[in-house]
């Protein structure tokens, strides 16, 4: 079974650009979360979706976004990128609750 | 605010050593402990923890869940240098639908 992608892995932007990633999670998996790790905050949680719907949200501004497709593959979108939006961006995905997860490689933003 | 502290941050050892590796966490809706091992990029799962004193285990990495005294732990005996990772604890909040992370344990182990 093939495990969880993320594209792109790599990503450099200026301060003020938009960025879209995305995550395709592992094969029969509906649920899908996305996480922001910074070496001074650890793993932060995002957004989860299933089933197209955001089910639940961490504490971040409303420039991170994002959806899920019916095919349960997942976009995460930032606007009006800042320095501090740098970060290694996981995508976790689960058959139905968000415990057991299967995180993607990760995609490294930095933000210059 | 759910709440989970890893101890120790950091641990270096040489390769044979037993290492135990501490979480401790504030709940209010508890569904299940987690552990993963981060090496270079993403967390793989290790376990899954839902029920005090039953020990879960897999080759030399083994882990129980005290939920009256709100931790666990992590064991890894006759450690190799392929241990070395960050070992995170994470916790799974049913009503908030969704997991908190400790800060991890940063494993290294010696030749």
């Known amino acids: 079974k093939a495990g969880v992608t993320q594209t792109p892995r790599y990503l450099i932007k200026t301060r003020g650009q938009q960025v879209t990633l995305s995550c395709s999670p592992i094969?029969?998996?509906?649920?899908v979360s996305w996480y922001q790790q910074t070496p001074g905050q650890g793993l932060q949680f995002l957004f989860e979706?299933?089933?197209?719907?955001?089910?639940n949200k961490g504490n971040f501004p409303g420039r991170f976004s994002g959806r899920q497709f019916s095919n349960s593959r997942s976009e995460m979108n930032v606007s009006t990128l800042e320095l501090g939006d740098s970060a290694l961006y996981l995508c976790?995905?689960?058959?139905?609750?968000?415990?057991?997860?299967?995180f993607g490689p990760g995609t490294r933003l930095t933000v210059t | 605010e759910d709440k989970v502290v890893q101890s120790p941050l950091s641990l270096v050892v040489h390769e044979g050593d037993t290492v135990t590796l501490n979480c401790s966490y504030e709940?209010?809706?508890?569904?299940?402990l987690l552990w993963y091992k981060q090496e270079k990029k993403a967390p793989t799962f290790l376990f899954m923890l839902?029920?005090?004193?039953i020990e879960k285990k897999s080759g030399r990495l083994s882990s129980i869940l005290d939920k009256k005294e709100l931790f666990s732990i992590l064991n890894i005996t006759a450690t190799q240098t392929g241990d070395s990772a960050i070992y995170l604890c994470?916790?799974?909040?049913?009503?908030?639908?969704?997991?908190?992370f400790g800060d991890g344990t940063t494993l290294t182990v010696k030749p």
């Open positions: 094969s029969g998996h509906r649920s």
């Open positions: 976790a995905s689960s058959l139905a609750e968000p415990y057991e997860q299967y």
């Open positions: 839902t029920s005090s004193g």
């Open positions: 979706y299933f089933s197209e719907t955001q089910r």
């Open positions: 994470a916790l799974y909040n049913t009503n908030a639908g969704k997991s908190t």
């Open positions: 709940v209010t809706n508890f569904r299940s």
